[in-house]
């Protein structure tokens, strides 16, 4: 590998400022799954054996500038994404005692110690190159000039902020283990071969474009469901009541039909309903906000309903496609999985990827992960959603800031 791993770091005696992934689930502000902070561990571990003086981990979690943005309060937005619960699991996970600071100017004197959400300063995720780095420079300076930097958090690899892209131009620097273990597991899938399967689902059409066209490049045939589809049967002519539409991108939707044509494996039926209350989120709707559940032909969609699943057509055709590959590649959800009048789609669909044993494949992606946990079933995952469909198409900025550093 061109860039450096943990192994070859000499980190005795030494300060380590460590980039995990601690986006974890909080439920009534309590860590809901940790895999994350559990997947991080043996990175940790291991840099304690080998003698590090100190340990400063760093992690964002959720998108609190997006709130601050709509208008919410500074103390708002911060009671919400605190990593305070986080640093509470981390230390009961780690069996070690883990300082918790949000203050980068007074580093306390543990052994561990966790920062806080590194998405409160705005230099995280800054457009502008002289703001990241002036941040990520301030997060360097908690390690000291003697320190070294160590990159485990695959899920923001594709992203160019401070705490993994600027970073490395302030420290020597190296991929922990599970960015290396992430990397070889997805390398079979830049390159499929023949009878290749991308399965692509979910909400935001905006994050999923592109994926449709890299996937495209390479797959042999690439099955969609979920709310992005309705911005392609738009981009058809056909009528999609009330379903999910990015009028923006219905352009740029005809343009990748027209180019990719027959690789392009849209639902054939759709499972409807009429919302009764159109205040909730689709996905926390009950039971008595939607009324009339039916299958009806993509093309037939009626005014006044919405589209929340693939319909039984689909997925025996879906399921048929998935039996016969040799690799699968599976991001995003079919349907509203989180109710269950529509997560027979996303369920079935797992349930084929699962059941097709003879194939190389994984799954990406928060909620497609969820899904498996579930059926506990067999299929391979990277924590990494939008990271593992852009590391098929390109070199992740953070990966490539890795290899440019000292
Ligand atoms: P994303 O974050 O873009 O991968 O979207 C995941 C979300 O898409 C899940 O929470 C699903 O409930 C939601 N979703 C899937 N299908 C639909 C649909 N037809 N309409 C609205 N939301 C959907």
Redesign the pocket.
């Known amino acids: 590998m061109p860039f450096k791993t943990v192994k070859q770091l000499s980190v005795k005696g030494k300060k380590v400022l460590v980039r995990v992934d601690f986006n974890v689930p909080l439920s009534k502000g309590k860590v809901a799954d940790a895999t994350k902070i559990i997947a991080a561990l043996p990175t940790l571990h291991y840099l304690d054996k080998q003698g590090a003086s100190k340990i400063v981990c760093m992690s964002h979690l959720g998108k609190p500038e997006k709130e601050l943005k709509k208008g919410k309060s500074r103390e708002e937005v911060e009671a919400k994404f605190t990593l305070q619960p986080v640093a509470e699991k981390f230390q009961e996970l780690l069996g070690k005692k883990v300082a918790f600071v949000a203050d980068l100017q007074n580093i306390p004197d543990e052994k561990f110690v966790l920062l806080e959400n590194t998405r409160f300063n705005e230099g995280e995720k800054s457009k502008d190159d002289d703001e990241r780095k002036a941040f990520a420079r301030e997060l360097a300076a908690t390690v000291g000039k003697e320190g070294v930097y160590v990159n485990d958090a695959f899920g923001t690899c594709h992203r160019k902020h401070a705490s993994v892209y600027d970073i490395t131009q302030f420290l020597p620097s190296a991929a922990g283990f599970l960015v290396e273990k992430e990397i070889n597991a997805l390398k079979p899938f830049v390159n499929p071969g023949k009878s290749s399967v991308a399965v692509l ?5 905006e ?2 474009l592109d994926a449709v066209k890299a996937l495209a490049e390479k797959y042999d045939s690439v099955l969609l ?6 911005t392609f049967f738009k981009a058809e002519g056909f009528e999609i009541g009330d ?2 539409l990015d009028e923006e991108k219905i352009g740029e939707a005809a343009e990748i039909m027209k180019k990719f044509g027959k690789k392009l494996i849209l639902p054939s039926d ?1 499972r409807v309903a009429k919302i009764l209350n159109k205040e909730k989120k ?2 926390e709707l009950g039971k008595n906000d939607y009324k009339d559940v039916k299958e009806v032909p993509s093309d037939e969609i009626p005014p006044g309903y ?4 693939i319909g039984r057509k689909t997925i025996e055709n879906h399921k048929k496609i998935i039996a016969q590959a040799k690799t699968i590649f599976w ?9 269950s009048d ?1 997560s027979k789609g ?1 369920m079935a669909i797992a349930k084929a990827i699962s059941d097709n044993k003879a194939a190389t494949k994984i799954a990406g ?4 992960v969820e899904v498996i946990h579930e059926g506990n079933l067999e299929i391979p995952t990277s924590t990494g ?1 939008g990271a593992s469909i852009d590391f098929l198409r390109k070199k992740l900025p953070a990966i490539e800031a890795l290899e440019r550093s000292r």
Do not use: H, P
């Not at 689902?201 to 059409?205: D, E, F, M, S, V």
């Not at 919405?306 to 699943?309: A, C, I, N």
């Open positions: 689902g979910g909400a935001k059409i994050d999923k469901g979920g709310g992005m589809t309705f379903s999910l759709i689709v996905n919405t589209g929340l699943d991001n995003g959800a079919m349907g509203v999985f989180e109710i529509f996303t992606g928060g909620e497609t959603g």
